[in-house]
């Protein structure tokens, strides 16, 4: 236990390590601060109800650009560079599980979502009573879209394939944004990985979190963690495969 204890904390550090270094990975956590910033100055000086309204979306869109970029790209790109630079052959030698680099892998991924959540909070002044929930919905929205991440990065060749698979989940986690352009758009944004969050999300801004209403977008973005949970776990012994 001790053991693995050890090789788990090392990993961590390792996988914090790359979050820095590469750049592709960097970018992803840095770009959705930077919009939410550059988006922050729309609101100029409106106050009441319009400060408020103007807010609460920019904290929606900050939801989905956490959760798709800073969360896709960060488990995403990160596999498939260790899978490109046989830095996984390497891992497997020294006796560390998949199960083990899985796990690693997903805590840094997750802790740069809040973190990037964290920082497009701040900017945009946000009451602090949401904080919590605000970083905990971004933690069950993620959870799916980084595990399907790892899923991905594990099918990965090289960073450029990883490009190419992470477009459609991206795309997934921002449909909610593209909702009202288009009704059908509108009809199956409740049901992505995303949309029970933005519900969710709605809810704690109206004080009604821990009510009923809650109960159909909390179930559905459970039953999305579940799926992704269960594609990893079939799929996660790939990276005995290194390249």
């Known amino acids: 236990m001790e053991a693995a204890l050890r090789k788990t904390s090392a990993l961590l550090g390792k996988d914090m390590k790359d979050l ?11 770009l959705p601060v930077g919009f939410i910033a550059l988006y922050s100055q ?5 106050s009441g109800e319009a400060a408020d309204a103007a807010r609460h979306q920019f904290l929606t869109m ?4 956490t959760v798709g970029m800073t969360g896709c790209m960060t488990a995403l790109y990160t596999i498939a560079e260790e899978k490109e630079k046989h830095t996984l052959r390497t891992l497997m030698l020294a006796n560390v599980s998949a199960a083990q680099v899985i796990a690693s ?12 959540q964290a920082a497009c909070f701040a900017v945009l002044r946000a009451p602090i009573d949401l904080l919590a929930p605000y970083l905990l919905l971004g933690i069950l929205s993620g959870l799916p879209v980084v595990m399907l991440s790892l899923v991905l990065g594990l099918a990965s060749r090289d960073q450029m394939t990883a490009g190419v698979y992470s477009v459609p989940l991206i795309l997934v986690a921002f449909l909610p944004m593209f909702a009202p352009l288009n009704e059908t758009l509108a009809k199956a944004t409740p049901y992505c990985p995303t949309g029970g969050a933005q519900e969710l999300l709605n809810l704690a801004a109206d004080g009604a979190l821990f009510t009923a209403d809650a109960l ?15 594609a990893l776990a079939l799929l996660y012994k ?3 495969r290194d390249n």
């Open 62 to 65: 900050a939801l989905f650009m």
């Open 216 to 230: 159909q977008p909390l179930v559905v973005t459970l039953v999305w963690v579940a799926v992704g949970a269960a």
């Open 42 to 46: 729309t609101m100029g000086d409106a």
């Open 105 to 116: 892998r997903a805590v840094v991924s997750l802790t740069a979502i809040v973190v990037a």
């Open 20 to 30: 820095v270094k590469n750049p592709t990975v960097l970018l992803g956590c840095l």
């Open 238 to 240: 790939r990276l005995a």
